[in-house]
DNA sequence: GACACATTATG
DNA sequence: ATAATGTGT
C-alpha cells in the first residue's frame, strides 16, 4: 500500500499541507501530476505559464526524487478524463489515499467532487487541504459569519486572524525512502512551447532565492517605488505564486521574520491579503468563475462590439502611450506591472466600454501569473462590476495616471519607440497641441467624451 | 446611526 | 472644494 500526493496548482515541496502530511504516514509515498493541455486551453492558460508550468514540474519531479518520492506525469486531455487515469494510476501502484491540496475554480472543484466519489467507491480515501491561502479559505467572516464583499474589513480581519494565529509552515516532508533514481523518476520532454524569454528563474530554490533578495534588498522601499512601472519595485514573485511554486504563508512568514516592520512592509503584506481576499471570493461566489459579474445588476450592461478597438488595445495601438507601452510588455514579456493592469483594464471597460470579460481573457492568454482568482477580481475591480469594485463614477484618466506614475516617460520610451523623443511632457499624450510622431495613431477614443458615457451608461442601470 | 473608508477626476 | 456610493463596525 502507498500514499499518492496529486500536484496540482502547487508545484512545492516545501510548506505543501498535502505532501508533508502523506510524509508522515509511515507509508511509502508516490507522486502525480496530470497534464492536461485541453483544459488548460479551455482555461485561457498562456504559452507562457504552460510552459513555466511543465518546467516547475519538471523541478518538482527532481526535488522530490531526494525525498524517496517517485513523480508520474500522467496526461489527459480535460478535467473529466483526468478521473479515469488517476483511478487506473492508483490501482496500478496500489495506493491506500490520495491527498491534495482544494483549488476554487468551479470546474476545478467540481472535478475534485468526482475524483472523490470515484476513488472512495474503490476504498481509496480521499485527503483534501485547504493550503492555498494564509488564513483557510471560509474562516475570514464578518460578525455575521457572512463573506466579506469589500477589502479593507477583510484585511483588518484577517490580520487579527494572524496575530491570534501565528500561522507557522508546514513541517518539511521526511525522506520517505532512499533516493529515487531519475530511471524511476519521469521527466517531460522538453522544449515546451514558444513562449516569453523567462520572467524569473526556474525551480524551488530560485523561488526562495528570489523572495530572500526582494524582502533584504527591496521591501523597505516597496510602499513609495512599487506604483512606478520603470522601477523594478514590485516582487514580481507571482508567477511563482500563481502556480503554487511559492505559497502566501511562505511570503507573510518570511516578510515577518525581517524584523523590519516598516511601512515597505506592511504595504506588501497588504498585497498577499488582497489575494486571500480574491481567493475567498470566488470560494464563495461560484459565478465568477463560470463568466458572470458579482454584481448582477452590471449584466445588463450594453457593451460596445469589440471590433477594431480591441485590436487596436490588444496590439498596443490606441494612441494613449502608457496604455500602449503597458499592453506591449505584457505581450512580450507575459507580465505586466499592477498598476498598468488597472490602467488598461479601466481604459478598455470605461473608455472603450468594451466587456471586461474579453480583457480578463486576452490576460490570461497572455500572462505567466495568470491566476483566475486575482484575475477575475483585479478585472471585475476595473469594471466596477465586482466587489468592493471601483465606484463607477471612479474612472481612472489614463493620461494623468501616466503623468503621475510614470513622470519622466520612461517606461513608455522603452515600449513605444515611435515616441522616444518626445520630452517629459508630451510624451504622455503625444497628439496634444502638436503633431503626432509618424507611425503613432492618434487616440482612438476622446477621453472625456467616453469617461461620461460610460458613467450615464452605468447611472442608467438604477432607472 | 454616525463614522471611516475606498488603488479619483474635474472645476 | 466637490462630485457621489455602499459596506461594515
Redesign the pocket.
Known amino acids: 500500500m502507498a500514499e499518492l500526493v496529486w500536484f496540482r496548482n502547487d508545484l512545492r515541496t516545501a510548506d505543501n499541507a498535502a505532501l508533508t502530511a502523506a510524509c508522515k504516514s509511515g507509508r511509502p509515498v508516490r507522486a502525480c501530476f496530470i497534464v492536461t493541455h485541453a483544459q488548460w486551453q479551455e482555461h485561457d492558460w498562456s504559452a507562457a505559464r504552460v510552459k513555466f508550468v511543465l518546467e516547475h514540474a519538471n523541478a518538482l519531479s527532481k526535488q522530490l526524487a531526494k525525498l524517496g518520492i517517485a513523480l508520474t506525469f500522467l496526461h489527459a486531455d480535460t478535467f473529466a478524463a483526468s478521473l479515469d487515469v488517476l483511478e487506473q494510476h492508483c490501482q496500478q501502484h496500489n495506493i491506500s489515499h490520495v491527498h491534495f491540496n482544494e483549488e476554487y475554480g468551479a470546474n476545478e472543484r467540481k472535478r475534485d467532487k468526482q475524483v472523490r466519489d470515484r476513488l472512495t467507491k474503490r476504498d481509496i480515501a480521499v485527503k483534501k487541504y485547504r493550503d492555498q491561502t494564509v488564513a483557510p479559505v471560509g474562516q475570514i467572516l464578518?460578525?455575521?459569519d457572512?463573506p466579506?464583499?469589500?477589502?479593507?474589513?477583510f484585511a483588518?480581519?484577517w490580520r487579527v486572524w494572524i496575530e491570534e494565529t501565528h500561522p507557522t509552515l508546514y513541517a518539511a516532508p521526511s525522506a520517505t525512502g532512499p533516493e529515487v533514481t531519475p530511471e524511476q523518476t519521469d521527466t517531460l520532454p522538453a522544449p515546451f512551447k514558444d513562449a516569453p524569454e523567462p520572467l524569473v528563474e526556474t525551480g524551488e530554490s530560485a523561488a526562495h532565492d528570489a523572495l530572500e533578495e526582494f524582502l533584504a534588498e527591496r521591501a523597505a522601499s516597496y510602499k513609495d517605488t512599487r506604483?512606478f512601472p520603470a522601477l523594478d519595485g514590485t516582487s514580481q514573485l507571482s508567477p511563482y505564486l500563481a502556480n503554487g511554486v511559492l505559497s502566501g504563508r511562505q511570503c507573510l512568514i518570511a516578510a515577518q521574520q525581517t524584523g523590519s516592520s516598516g511601512e515597505g512592509i506592511e504595504t506588501w503584506i497588504n498585497?498577499i491579503a488582497?489575494r486571500d481576499f480574491y481567493i475567498n471570493i470566488l470560494y464563495h461566489y461560484p459565478r465568477l468563475s463560470m463568466h458572470r459579474a458579482f454584481k448582477p445588476e452590471t449584466e445588463a450592461l450594453n457593451w460596445n462590439e469589440p471590433g477594431a478597438h480591441f485590436e487596436a488595445w490588444k496590439e498596443g495601438r490606441t494612441g494613449i502611450p502608457i496604455v500602449d507601452a503597458a499592453m506591449r510588455q505584457l505581450k512580450t514579456t507575459g507580465w505586466m506591472h499592477?498598476?498598468l493592469r488597472?490602467i488598461t483594464a479601466m481604459f478598455l471597460s470605461k473608455n472603450l466600454f468594451i466587456d471586461w470579460r474579453l480583457g480578463e481573457a486576452w490576460f490570461m492568454q497572455n500572462l505567466v501569473d495568470g491566476f483566475l482568482a486575482s484575475n477575475n477580481g483585479g478585472w471585475q475591480?476595473s469594471a466596477s462590476t465586482g466587489t468592493?469594485a471601483?465606484?463607477y463614477?471612479?474612472?481612472?484618466?489614463p493620461v494623468?495616471?501616466s503623468e503621475r506614475f510614470d513622470p519622466k516617460g520612461e517606461f513608455i520610451r522603452n515600449w513605444v519607440p515611435e515616441l522616444a523623443k518626445l520630452d517629459n511632457k508630451r510624451i504622455h499624450d503625444p497628439s496634444k497641441g502638436g503633431v503626432v510622431p509618424k507611425g503613432y495613431p492618434r487616440p482612438i477614443v476622446d477621453?472625456?467624451e467616453s469617461?461620461k458615457e460610460a458613467i450615464a451608461r452605468f447611472q442608467a442601470l438604477?432607472d
Not at 466579506?148 to 474589513?153: A, K, N, Q, R, W
Open positions: 464578518t460578525q455575521k457572512e466579506y464583499s469589500v477589502f479593507t474589513p483588518r480581519r506604483d498585497e488582497w499592477n498598476r488597472m475591480w468592493d471601483a465606484p463614477f471612479r474612472v481612472f484618466n494623468t495616471q477621453l472625456k469617461r438604477k
